[in-house]
């Protein structure tokens, strides 16, 4: 039988080193033989050879780093990235993330003339073309539900605050308050995602994934990134927030927050065993190193970098944390000023007092989730209670950061994944309404370093429906957070898939200058 | 009679002699006397007239530039036909461009004070500029033939030079109602301001409110358009009295009643509406400067008062431009043996090297004292930062600390000084935050303080010198 011409099955094997090609691609062929042997092991099933193909140009990238692979190991989150780009404003910042989507027009966004248009229905022209969810796109009617609540005017700079907040009220004159934020979608997921990663998708690095990344760590004892989530309180409408939100992305996941529990242990596990001491596991630990050394040798998968390092800091957390954790040395004038439910963890109040301590200890981000904003219904009903355990803390939080002095070096966040409609959802009562999710525009408010206090930023219009001033896009929000803490958002990029991410898109964004200091 | 025929037959003698056709000035006398009467049939009197008026008048702007650049290279234009006579030549047309131009111009401007109700000195004064600036054009125009014609030689270069004077004196009116009247030397040099006669008010307390925070915020923001140049609806906020008394529309300050005042009515609207102010686009006032006027009519918006419940004037001391450190690159190597060595760590501010390091003892807290310390004096010129929250240094430190004269910022919250030697820091020129929160100090030990030119932020919550429940002087 003639063979066929492109059949080699008796020529001799292909020696890849031999063939005039460029260097790098016979690099590339040396990192496959990793694959190859990764692929033997694995038993060759079809779809480990997607996730190989995806690792293949990280691992070439770790084995090209060479030496310095193993140096970031003893120095977790070590900056050899040329950052921060510029002299930083904040060195640290404080995220009170409230998720579910809070109602602007009932808080801070103060809409007089709504009063007299009880139960009309909003103008067309206010409420154009927009997609509506799937809660409210079947109603027949859109009728305007004013704030149950009164407003007044407070501080040097008259602003408007709601009844529900007259904690909040005492700092507007520190605060910059954000009317016009906007985000482009409509739904919790897809906007919690965009607002925490600058993408709907999962999968990218979150905001504090890239400070982590960006600017390493401060403290080596403690995670640079850490996250803790607030007890649900089962009178609230709570959206489920998971790991997902404070993921590393493609990023090492290292640089992943890192989630304290809100009861019982912060931190599973993190006590050593009867008949176990420091020592032992000390050696426990190099072992374990030794093994993961030899493995990253072998397969050279920048994973294993990142579980060494996380190994160690795990070590580290069995001091730091309890120290962390331990307030029975607060003094009484923190308990005057957080209020009695700051003692029970878990509470709001109790994660704002912890996330200062973590700032004097130079954590570098922690982020605070308030779940149960999403009014759907019974707004009358749900909002005093969810403003009572947040109000106070946040005004807590500040004036503690304030008097410590801690305030004119970290960047304090307070925002949601979108805002809320001015008409009713379902029921339109004298006494109650619900609102519905809202994009075009949310409040969101920051202070401390880099931003400028005592202002109000952006005009919606006269149903808080649309920005009629200044509007600040999530693009922007996070861009000029990020220039708050010394980064070009332009400039923090990682190589993946073939494009420089950067946690802000690829679309254009910018620092909004008018709310910089 | 002997004197009128000898004041004809020297008219006609002249006339003669400038060769001038009997049409042509008569033309220019009856044109003149056209301009003249001008502001006698429509009288600016300060009452707004048809909107059309209006919004032709606001292309005055627009166009004037074009007349004043043709007017300027009219004398040019002559200079240089000494040597290029073609030029000259030029020059004639030149003019009569110029005067076709202005005429246009000048009723332009004519019908956006009348239409807009303008009235005020410099609005006076720009108008009779501009007819002058006419007339002068058309005798230029009349007597420059018998200067060509080498007959005259002094006339039309004395007119024209007349003429560009106007020109210059008309344009700075016209400048002074569009830009305010002190424009030109806001930014001048204070010496050479001396030689000006000052907007300084009169026969008020310099420490009073209304010296300090409201009638600049006015002089600033308003009195382009409400001042003595320029009146519009008949208010002029220049000076107390005239802000107290209002303009057409009555009182603009109620005391007492800030949401009764007009004044911060208009400048609160939404900057869309039409009756916003500053209008046109100017800067419009602050959030702090609404605040101060609403506080300051709140109060009863007298002239005396000094200080208003409610507001704090924090003395205006300018954060200091840091100052650039010199490059660190080479002693990198030595950085990093330090970090292995004590623990505590030098990290540069930013990538450039100029923003210094910062000294961070974070990690090693517990155990770094002030020996520790000593050893990082050599990079001092370097350090602009030292984060010394909770280490164990002592008041041992501050001879070593006094040295670190490129800090801006020093941390020493929850470590064991007491304050005794606080004055060393005097040699800290550069430092603006000083954070002493949780130590032992007290309001005397921090008494030496108050000699730092730059420190702003000054903390001591929980000490003995902690003044209240707030911390002391803070205004970040």
């Known amino acids: 039988m003639k063979q066929h011409p492109l059949c080699s099955d008796c020529e001799p094997e292909l020696d890849i080193t031999r063939l005039p090609i460029p260097t790098a691609l016979k690099c590339e062929w040396s990192a496959m033989e990793t694959r190859r042997r990764f692929l033997g092991r694995s038993g060759k099933v079809l779809g480990w050879a997607a996730l190989a193909s995806l690792l293949g140009e990280a691992a070439i990238r770790s084995q090209a780093a060479g030496p310095d692979a193993k140096s970031s190991v003893t120095a977790p989150g070590r900056n050899n990235l040329g950052l921060p780009h510029f002299a930083p404003k ?85 605060l910059t308050i954000i009317k016009s934020t906007n985000t482009d979608a409509i739904n919790h997921e897809p906007a919690i995602m965009f607002m925490n990663t600058g993408n709907m998708n999962p999968g990218k690095p979150c905001l504090g994934s890239w400070l982590a990344y960006g600017l390493g760590s401060m403290n080596d004892n403690l995670p640079t990134f850490i ?108 308990w005057d000023l957080y209020g009695p439910e700051a003692r029970e963890p878990g509470t709001f109040a109790y994660n704002c007092l912890l996330a200062r301590r973590m700032a004097e200890r130079e954590v570098r981000f922690v982020q605070v989730y308030k779940r149960g904003w999403d009014v759907h219904g019974d707004v009358v009903g749900m909002l005093p209670v969810l403003c009572k355990e947040t109000d106070r803390a946040c005004y807590a939080l500040v004036t503690d ?22 008409y009713s959802q379902g029921g339109l009562s004298a006494e109650n309404y619900g609102r519905d999710h809202h994009p075009r525009c949310f409040t969101t408010w920051m202070v401390g370093g880099g931003v400028r206090p005592g202002i109000t930023y952006g005009e919606t219009d006269d149903y808080s429906y649309n920005v009629v001033k200044d509007p600040v896009h999530v693009r922007n929000f996070n861009a000029t957070i990020l220039a708050c803490l010394g980064i070009d958002h332009n400039r923090l990029t990682y190589d993946f898939q073939g494009l420089d991410q950067r946690l802000t898109g690829p679309a254009p964004a910018y620092v909004v200058k008018g709310l910089l200091a | 009679m002997i004197v009128a025929e000898r004041v004809t037959g020297v008219a006609r003698g002249f006339i003669q002699r400038m060769r001038l056709a009997r049409p042509a000035w008569l033309r220019v006398i009856s044109a003149a006397i056209l301009l003249l ?85 410099t609005v006076t004064r720009h108008m009779w500029g501009a007819i002058a600036l006419c007339i002068a054009l058309m005798l230029c125009l009349l007597v420059r033939p018998a200067w060509a014609a080498g007959v005259q030689r ?122 916003f102010m500053p209008a046109e686009g100017r800067t419009p006032l602050t959030s702090d400067e609404i605040s101060w006027i609403r506080a300051w009519i709140h109060s009863g918006a007298t002239l005396t008062a000094t200080s208003i419940p409610g507001i704090v004037l924090e003395e205006v001391r300018a954060e200091p431009a840091p100052q650039p450190v010199g490059d660190y690159s080479q ?130 919550f929980n000490t003995p010198a902690q003044p209240d429940e707030t911390a002391a002087r803070s205004a970040p």
């Open chain 1, 227 to 334: 996250v803790l989530q607030t007890k649900t309180n089962p009178k609230e409408n709570n959206q489920p927030v998971s790991s997902r939100l404070w993921s590393s992305g493609f990023l090492s996941s290292e640089y992943a927050g890192v989630g304290l529990r809100s009861g019982g242990d912060p931190v599973l596990y993190l006590a050593d065993p009867d008949g176990v001491d420091r020592e032992v596991r000390r050696k426990m630990l190099d072992a374990v190193e030794e093994m993961n050394r030899q493995t990253l040798a072998e397969v050279g998968d920048p994973e294993t970098n990142a579980r060494i390092a996380q190994y160690e800091m795990a070590f580290r957390m069995q001091a730091s944390v309890p120290e962390l954790t331990d307030l029975s040395k607060e003094p009484q004038s923190t």
């Open chain 2, 37 to 121: 009467a001008l502001p006698f049939v429509f009288r600016l009197d300060g009452h707004a007239h048809s909107d059309w008026l209006q919004f032709l008048g606001r292309f005055h702007p627009a166009l004037l530039h074009l007349p004043i650049g043709l007017i300027v290279l009219v004398p040019a234009l002559e200079i240089a036909g000494a040597k290029q006579p073609a030029l000259r030549e030029a020059a004639a047309w030149v003019l009569r461009a110029a005067l076709a131009l202005a005429l246009p111009t000048l009723a332009l401007g004519y019908m956006l004070a009348y239409g807009a109700g303008d009235t005020g000195t």
């Open chain 2, 154 to 275: 002094w006339t039309y270069p004395l007119l024209l030079t007349a003429t560009l004077l106007t020109l210059i004196w008309t344009s700075h009116q016209g400048g002074s109602i569009t830009h305010g009247g002190d424009y030109l030397t806001r930014y001048m040099p204070s010496h050479l301001r001396a030689l000006f006669p000052s907007s300084r008010l009169e026969g008020v307390s310099p420490d009073s409110f209304y010296a300090s925070s409201i009638h600049p915020v006015l002089d600033a923001k308003c009195v382009v358009c409400h001042g003595a140049g320029t009146e519009k609806a008949g208010l002029r906020l220049d000076s107390y009295a005239n802000l107290m008394r209002g303009g057409k529309d009555g009182a603009v300050i109620v005391p007492g009643k800030p949401e009764a005042s007009l004044l911060l009515a208009r400048v609160t609207l939404p900057p869309g509406d039409s009756h």
């Open chain 1, 401 to 422: 950061l304030k008097r410590r002095g801690l305030i004119d070096d970290t960047l304090v966040i307070w925002a949601g994944e979108f805002g809320r409609t001015v």
């Open chain 1, 90 to 174: 904040a060195k640290r910042a404080i995220y009170l993330f409230m998720s579910g989507g809070p109602p602007q027009m009932d808080l801070l966004d103060y809409k007089p003339n709504l009063a007299s248009q009880f139960d009309k229905d909003i103008p067309d022209s206010v409420r154009g073309n927009q997609q509506l969810t799937g809660m409210t796109a079947g109603q027949s009617r859109f009728p305007i539900a004013p704030s149950h609540w009164g407003f007044k005017q407070y501080g040097q700079t008259g602003s408007w605050v709601s009844d529900l907040l007259p904690y909040t009220a005492r700092m507007v004159d520190d």
């Open chain 2, 331 to 460: 002693l990198l190597p030595e950085i990093q043996r330090m970090k292995q060595g004590v623990g505590a760590k030098l990290v540069p501010v930013s990538t450039n090297p100029s923003d210094g390091l910062i000294l961070r003892t974070v990690d090693v807290a517990s155990t770094f004292g002030d020996t520790q310390l000593a050893e990082f004096q050599r990079f001092a010129p370097y350090i602009v930062e030292a984060e010394l929250a909770r280490t164990a240094i002592t008041d041992g430190s501050f001879d070593t600390l006094q040295k670190f004269t490129h800090l801006r910022a020093l941390h020493l919250e929850g470590t064991s000084i007491t304050g005794s030697n606080l004055a060393k820091l005097n040699s800290l020129t550069q430092l603006t935050y000083l954070n002493l929160s949780g130590t032992k100090v007290n309001a005397q030990s921090i008494g030496p303080l108050k000699n730092m030119p730059h420190l702003r932020h000054l903390y001591v």
